[in-house]
């Protein structure tokens, strides 16, 4: 099977289901944009961090999969059979934050993005994830998106954050504080 077919060659491309759409379309871009933080996550999971973290972000990725299919299907084809992402997703996404919540310092201040290389990446990947949830939810204004898509990708960016704290502290890497001059 070749990689190439040409039929995206005029700027419009196909939904699963096989409705074209322009490329410019907002679920395109919604869908596009859950690519690319899946890759900014194989970045992060390419880092010298904790195997435990390194089994988490594969299984989000996946997940990020699971939602870019939901997402790039004909919404006027809803038989189309497909995974989907489901609460105990999110509750992994949650349960992790717990678990490596209990020994990071209480938050007093907004944290600057920074300190090291693995810790931007993961503010990255939270900033990307943040604006594919805006896309999705701007969507959402036209179209019918399951609700588990926003919280997954709400909670993902959350996660992301914890880790960013996590990752900084088995680094021993300090904590730059945003100090707001008044």
């Known amino acids: 099977m070749k990689v190439y077919t040409k039929t995206g060659d005029k700027g419009d491309t196909?939904?699963?289901?096989?409705?074209r759409v322009p490329k410019y379309d907002l679920r395109i871009n919604a869908y596009g944009t859950s690519d690319e933080l899946n890759s900014w996550i194989g970045i992060l999971r390419d880092q010298e961090i904790d195997a435990s973290y390194i089994s988490v972000?594969?299984?989000i990725q996946d997940?990020?999969?699971t939602l870019g299919a939901q997402l790039a299907a004909d919404p006027g084809k809803p038989k189309l059979k497909m995974p989907k992402i489901e609460l105990k997703d999110i509750q992994l996404l949650?349960?992790?934050?717990d678990r490596m919540s209990v020994d990071l310092p209480e938050m007093t201040n907004f944290t600057l993005p920074g300190g090291h290389t693995t810790v931007s990446y993961c503010h990255v990947a939270?900033?990307?994830c943040r604006r594919c949830e805006?896309?999705?939810?701007?969507?959402?204004?036209d179209e019918v998106i399951d609700a588990l898509i926003f919280q997954y990708l709400n909670r993902l960016s959350d996660y992301l954050f914890v880790l960013s704290r996590k990752v900084t502290q088995d680094l021993g890497v300090k904590e730059a504080l945003w100090k707001p001059k008044m």
């Open 57 to 59: 972000l594969i299984e």
């Open 14 to 19: 196909s939904l699963f289901g096989g409705k």
């Open 63 to 65: 997940r990020i999969f």
């Open 134 to 141: 805006r896309l999705v939810v701007e969507l959402a204004r």
């Open 94 to 97: 949650e349960d992790e934050m």
């Open 126 to 128: 939270r900033t990307v």
